[in-house]
């Protein structure tokens, strides 16, 4: 039943909806129809403005109910969606930090093989430098030594030259 219907019932005095037969139904505006019991104009139009502002009063509170709802039903929504983002971040982080994690030990692994490597071959070096060193060494030694013999000789020859 419409807020019009409703109140021109109340104005009857019967709660019923209208079946469509009877007496016609008169807009708000229209002056009302004096029956045997006609209460007073004024108190007829306070009453249907009573009446009215009570409907409109309810029809709001019902369009705020189901605007809560709906705002309810939304943020309910909205918070499952979040939830499930934040969800799939998180895997999503996880699994970023694990590949990286992965990458970041296979890198060093390569590294510290690498530097072993390094280092052997560094060692392998100077041993050849010190054995090559070590051989030099001897090589000047033999040198020296021969110098000195032949120096003593040809001074030995020198000496008996001029002594003789």
């Known amino acids: 039943?419409?807020?019009?219907?409703?109140?021109?019932?109340?104005?009857?005095g019967d709660a019923a909806e209208p079946t469509g037969a009877g007496e016609p139904v008169q807009p708000p505006d229209a002056e009302p129809v004096a029956g045997p019991d006609a209460q007073p104009e004024a108190?007829?139009?306070?009453?249907?403005?009573?009446?009215?502002?009570?409907?409109?009063?309810?029809?709001?509170?019902?369009?705020?109910?189901?605007?809560?709802?709906e705002a309810e039903e939304?943020?309910?929504?909205?918070?499952?969606?979040?939830?499930?983002?934040t969800s799939k971040a998180r895997v999503e982080a996880e699994q970023?930090?694990?590949t990286a994690r992965e990458e970041a030990d296979r890198?060093?692994?390569e590294t510290r093989t690498e530097v072993?490597?390094?280092?052997?071959e560094s060692e392998e070096a100077r041993n050849d430098a010190n054995r090559e060193i070590a051989d030099l060494r001897q090589t000047e030694r033999e040198h020296r030594e021969r110098m000195k013999s032949h120096l003593e000789e040809?001074?030995?020859?020198v000496e008996a030259n001029s002594i003789g």
């Open 74 to 85: 939304l943020t309910s929504t909205a918070r499952a969606e979040a939830e499930q983002v």
């Open 96 to 98: 970023l930090t694990t």
């Open 154 to 157: 040809l001074l030995a020859k």
């Open 1 to 12: 039943m419409s807020a019009y219907e409703e109140m021109m019932a109340q104005q009857r």
């Open 43 to 69: 108190d007829t139009a306070s009453s249907s403005m009573a009446r009215l502002l009570e409907i409109a009063a309810n029809n709001a509170d019902e369009l705020v109910a189901e605007a809560r709802a």
């Open 107 to 109: 890198l060093l692994s």
């Open 116 to 120: 072993e490597r390094m280092k052997a």
